[in-house]
């Protein structure tokens, strides 16, 4: 069956820098885009960042243009996602979720990051 | 960017009752519309995609509606399960996406 699962949450001081990592599974992981999708403590959802399935084309909100980097690395069936300046806005459980025909078909269980110092 | 608004933030009902959820596009996003379910501390799930279409394995319960700037989510008869939040989702400008900010059906 199809699984993601998040990794690399943790506390995080105001301008450091995190690196999250999503592992697919039970499906042709290199034939899939590849999302993450933020939510804020009690707030909705925000989508963050998107890697085709090539890893040619990537998109970012405008909320972390220049400050994050999406990639993956198909060999391991992982997606990443580098955060850098965190700031405390980006508190957040971020998920990823797979790029499917329907959708976003498949999330992971989500890991949060907490900006504090 | 497109804004989705959902409306009600939050509807009260009871089991059996029917549920009718709004989600308002700030510009023409044709059919490409989707729908999500999230429980406390749950990912969320697909339910309907392309306005009207059931992801797989969602119940016939579960049916959208509407086109342009105007969509609709309607769960016929609310069972125990169905009280949870639920977000509208556009894909007219994918591969960026928005999300609406969630309507919350919670038991009357």
């Known amino acids: 069956q199809v699984q993601l699962l998040e990794s690399g949450g943790g506390v995080v001081q105001p301008g450091r820098s995190q690196r999250l990592s999503c592992v697919g599974s039970?499906?042709?992981?290199?034939?899939?885009?590849m999302h993450w999708v933020r939510q804020a403590p009690g707030k909705g959802l925000e989508w963050v960042a998107v890697?085709?399935?090539?890893?040619?084309?990537?998109n970012y909100a405008d909320s972390v243009k220049g400050r994050y980097t999406i990639s993956r690395d198909s060999a391991k069936n992982t997606v990443y996602l580098q955060m850098n300046s965190l700031r405390p806005d980006d508190t957040a459980v971020y998920y990823c979720?797979?790029?499917?025909?329907?959708?976003?078909?498949?999330w992971g269980q989500g890991t949060l990051i907490t900006v504090s110092s | 960017e497109i804004v989705l608004t959902q409306s009600p933030d939050t509807l009260s009902l009871s089991p059996g009752e029917r549920a009718t959820l709004s989600c308002r596009a700030s510009?023409?996003?044709?059919?490409?519309l989707a729908w999500y379910q999230q429980k406390p501390g749950q990912a969320p799930r697909l339910l309907i995609y392309?306005?009207?279409k059931r992801a797989t394995g969602i119940p016939a319960r579960f049916s959208g509606s509407g086109s342009g700037t105007d969509f609709i989510l309607t769960i016929s008869s609310l069972e125990p399960e169905d009280f949870a939040v639920y977000s509208c989702?556009?894909?007219?400008?994918?591969?960026?996406?928005?999300f609406g900010g969630g309507t919350k059906v919670e038991i009357k």
């Open positions: 989702q556009q894909r007219f400008t994918w591969p960026r996406l928005t």
């Open positions: 510009q023409s996003i044709s059919t490409h």
């Open positions: 979720a797979r790029d499917g025909v329907e959708g976003l078909d498949f």
């Open positions: 890697i085709s399935y090539d890893g040619r084309n990537k």
């Open positions: 392309d306005t009207s």
């Open positions: 039970g499906f042709i992981f290199s034939a899939y885009g």
